[in-house]
């Protein structure tokens, strides 16, 4: 074979071993293909991930509302304060007057929403629409909004009402509620140490909202307050009156001194001193101003804390209320339809926070700004400190039968808030607000009951629900107070006396609802010690078990923790037995 053969036979067997080699990987008899195949990374972009309210929609998205006047229906008037809880209100009218396409208009109801700051006012004119329907039934109805746990004060109108021939009615549903708006602002130093408030002022517009803040936060860290807001007490917590909440953030912008008498024990002393505020009860826009024209001031404490102080409740006369039932039935759905959109639409919402601008009237806070106070920010104030400001909560119909305590098993969790901060407010202004009406003489939840059935099986973005990890303690402590919770001699049983303080320390922690409660059992020192730790383990867990029976929905697991110490960490000397009393306690301290 020539040379030139040898080159061409060996090129051949070259080919033929090539394909055939291919073709035996191919086949995967001897090697098998990977999987997954490696790749050169240049770079890497990450798909576009759905927002988390649109991927637990459960609601689609309905038209937004039109903008021209829908002149129809049932007229009645709604007068609110500057507040971020009522999107879900403003998001049902479409615009300060009822629009084409809202869902008010839907429902043949013709609104007119007015901007009122002055709860005297809006007292003043709830006697006044009464007056008018008596002369005129046709008169457009008037309802008020205000905060829930403010309606114990705001009931001293139902002396004028009677005369009027009527009384104070509340439309059983809630639009929303203040999720960190509402607030106390004061110097850090009170976060660490609430007894360095002692001594000091606080403004705001006194037997309302704001200031239940602060006296609860008083009260939950055992702090004396002087209800007398013309004097001056060094031990105790003193306030600063205010027209309203953003004249009390003004009186600490401003800074002007006011003169005063100092008490000491209740007595004066004829000393005049000069008191200045040195934090602000407030919310937004209050806070914002706050922020940035003066700063200094953190959140103490907020609703965000409180979460229950502040559903947004709507009050009306019962005359109008009986008069018009199949009109507060269409409000009642109108405002649910709305609250749905709100929780679960940015595009709801931003058209709500719009309205919203155009009823408070502020030149220079246009929808973006009641958008972002709403969903809540944190912002550096004029002094670099950090301060969270705004927060709110639309609520749709899900969330009104957990307030009113008409889902499965659950808590009145208004009838708490009334009655905490009604008692509150009548043992420190007797003069003021001897007593105020009761609850079940203003509220009947007939209304809501119906529209509970007629929601049976329908589709509804869930309710705002709170949940705690078991093993997650206590971090930031909000407050720390003893109970005197009476147990029957060396048992972990109550008496009978203990069940006045058990219910108010459950109306307390059912205000609070979103903080953890951590129950901690003390005992004297007497007897052996392991039975004193023992028996303090049990009586901590007595309270414990004794809340999470009365309301599962207002104690879910997890909300409370046991601490046992027996006889440690002694209050007074064990060698009386007053002390001996005072050792054997229950503290309870609430954070988060």
Same mark, same amino acid.
């Given at each position: 074979?020539?040379?030139?053969? +040898? ?57 937004? !509302? ?28 479409? *615009? ?44 457009? *109805? ?5 905060? *829930? ?8 109108? =139902? ?12 439309? !059983? ?25 002692? %001594? ?10 704001? $200031? ?54 209740? $007595? ?35 609703? @965000? ?19 018009? =039932? ?41 929808? #973006? ?40 098993? %659950? ?44 929601? +049976?099986? @329908? ?37 009978? #006396? ?22 901690? %059992? ?6 052996? #010690? ?14 414990? $078990?004794?809340?999470?029976? +009365? ?13 046992? $110490? ?6 007074? !000397? ?16 609430? %954070?988060?």
């Amino acid at each position: 074979m020539t040379t030139r053969g +040898k080159i061409v036979l060996f090129a051949l067997f070259l080919a033929l071993a090539y394909f055939g080699f291919n073709k035996l990987i191919a086949s995967g008899r001897f090697f098998k293909k990977a999987d997954t195949q490696s790749v050169l990374l240049s770079s890497i972009e990450l798909p576009a991930a759905p927002s988390g309210s649109r991927a637990t929609l459960v609601v689609p998205l309905a038209p937004l !509302p039109g903008t021209a006047p829908a002149e129809n229906g049932t007229p009645v008037v709604w007068e609110v304060m500057a507040w971020n809880s009522q999107m879900a209100g403003m998001l049902a009218n479409g *615009g300060p007057r009822t629009t084409m396409g809202s869902a008010l208009a839907a429902n043949k109801v013709d609104m007119q929403i007015v901007r009122q700051d002055d709860v005297s006012k809006m007292q003043a004119d709830l006697v006044k629409n009464a007056l008018d329907l008596q002369s005129n039934p046709s008169t457009p *109805g008037l309802i008020v909004s205000i905060m *829930g746990d403010g309606l114990p004060a705001f009931s001293a109108v =139902q002396s004028q009402l009677q005369k009027a021939g009527t009384q104070l009615q509340v439309i !059983p549903y809630s639009v929303g509620k203040s999720f960190g708006e509402d607030k106390l602002m004061g110097p850090k130093e009170w976060l660490d140490n609430p007894k360095a408030a002692l %001594g000091k002022t606080i403004a705001c517009y006194l037997r309302d909202g704001d $200031h239940n803040i602060a006296l609860k936060w008083c009260a939950d860290n055992g702090l004396k307050v002087n209800p007398d807001e013309t004097t001056y007490d060094p031990e105790a917590v003193n306030f600063m009156a205010a027209s309203d909440f953003l004249a009390a953030a003004e009186k600490y912008i401003v800074g002007k001194p006011e003169s005063r008498t100092k008490v000491v024990s209740g $007595h004066s002393t004829g000393v005049k001193v000069d008191v200045v505020a040195d934090a602000v009860a407030t919310w937004t826009p209050g806070d914002v101003n706050i922020a940035k024209q003066k700063g200094g001031l953190v959140n103490i404490v907020s609703t @965000k804390d409180y979460s229950n102080q502040m559903p947004n409740i709507m009050v009306t006369t019962k005359r109008w209320y009986d008069a018009h =039932q199949p009109a507060v039935l269409s409000l009642m759905t109108a405002f649910a339809v709305a609250g749905d959109q709100v929780k679960s639409h940015p595009e709801a919402l931003t058209r709500a926070a719009d309205v919203s601008a155009q009823v408070y009237g502020d030149q220079d806070k246009p929808g #973006a700004y009641w958008l972002k106070y709403y969903k809540g920010t944190s912002e550096a104030d004029r002094t670099g400190q950090v301060v969270e400001l705004g927060g709110s909560k639309a609520f749709n119909f899900n969330d009104n039968l957990t307030l009113f305590g008409l889902d499965n098993g %659950g808590t009145n969790i208004y009838a708490a808030v009334y009655k905490t901060f009604g008692d509150v407010q009548s043992k420190l202004y007797p003069k003021e607000m001897p007593s105020y009406v009761p609850l079940t003489q203003m509220l009947d939840l007939s209304l809501l009951r119906k529209l509970q059935a007629q929601y +049976k099986g @329908k589709t509804l973005a869930p309710a705002e629900t709170q949940s705690f990890a078991a093993d997650d303690e206590i971090r930031r402590s909000v407050s720390k107070r003893a109970w005197n919770i009476e147990f029957n001699t060396g048992q972990s049983t109550f008496t009978p #006396a203990a069940q006045r303080e058990l219910s108010q320390l459950f109306d307390d922690l059912v205000v609070a609802g979103r903080l953890k409660v951590a129950v901690h %059992g003390y005992t004297d020192n007497t007897g052996n #010690a392991d039975k004193n730790q023992q028996l303090s383990e049990a009586r901590a867990e007595a309270v414990a $078990h004794w809340l999470e029976a +009365k309301s599962a929905s207002a104690f879910p697991q997890g909300r409370v923790q046991v601490y046992a $110490h027996g006889a440690a960490e002694p209050v007074a !000397p064990n060698t009386t037995e007053a002390g001996k009393a005072q050792n054997r306690r229950v503290e309870v301290v609430l %954070g988060n």
